[in-house]
T-cell receptor, first 110, second 114 residues
Framework: GQQLNQSPQSMFIQEGEDVSMNCTSSSIFNTWLWYKQDPGEGPVLLIALYKAGELTSNGRLTAQFGITRKDSFLNISASIPSDVGIYFCALNQAGTALIFGKGTTLSVSS | DGGITQSPKYLFRKEGQNVTLSCEQNLNHDAMYWYRQDPGQGLRLIYYSQIVNDFQKGDIAEGYSVSREKKESFPLTVTSAQKNPTAFYLC?????????????FGNGTRLTVT
């Protein structure tokens, strides 16, 4: 099946630092989604990208849909303790369901 | 408020027993999904249903069964045939299909089998 490579697997940062994570796929897709999962809860959608080259912001979060349509990145600026959690990229696999990357676990120390 | 309810939050079972996880949604979504989450593995699709009385296997369906008798409900049974059932199980729903219709997740059920 389709492979999604998400990196890094984990990050340990200081409060106030910026964060960047990315995902790549082996095929072209029309939609990239970024989710965040707080500990013990279900993932929540952060940003949805529908067009190659699209750059979208949601507060301190910025995500871009790569021009090749095979990659996407998510940036978090000026991190705060509540940014802690697992961040997933996801792709819409036609005719089935979303496939998810393995996640980036973010730890923020104050 | 509309949402997805998974129950119970924590579930403990003895090896060899079947167990059913509940998932109910009042979002009027047509499609529902079950994912399994293990540390470092991301979310893996078990089963999904795009319409009542119809469902399809995902990537890791072996040892699981589902039913979709009502639009609101999509219970997952973890059978004794599932070799490693201990995991965090997430249910989700969306409007018909996933094209431009993001998933809404429940808060999960953590199943421990000993």
């Amino acid at each position: 099946g389709q492979q999604l490579n998400q990196s890094p697997q984990s990050m340990f940062i200081q409060e106030g630092e910026d964060v960047s994570m990315n995902c790549t796929s082996s095929s072209i897709f029309n939609t990239w989604l970024w989710y965040k999962q707080d500990p013990g809860e279900g993932p929540v959608l952060l940003i949805a990208l529908y067009k190659a080259g699209e750059l979208t912001s949601n507060g301190r979060l910025t995500a871009q849909f790569g021009i090749t349509r095979k990659d996407s990145f998510l940036n978090i600026s000026a991190s705060i303790p509540s940014d802690v959690g697992i961040y997933f990229c996801a792709l819409n696999q036609a005719g089935t369901a979303l496939i998810f990357g393995k996640g980036t676990t973010l730890s923020v120390s104050s | 408020d509309g949402g997805i309810t998974q129950s119970p939050k924590y579930l403990f079972r003895k090896e060899g027993q079947n167990v059913t996880l509940s998932c109910e949604q009042n979002l009027n979504h047509d499609a529902m999904y079950w994912y399994r989450q293990d540390p470092g593995q991301g979310l893996r699709l078990i089963y999904y249903s795009q319409i009542v009385n119809d469902f399809q296997k995902g990537d890791i369906a072996e040892g699981y069964s589902v039913s979709r008798e009502k639009k609101e409900s999509f219970p997952l049974t973890v059978t004794s045939a599932q070799k490693n059932p201990t995991a965090f199980y997430l249910c989700a729903s969306s409007r018909a299909g996933t094209n431009n219709s993001p998933l809404h997740f429940g808060n999960g059920t953590r199943l421990t089998v000993t």
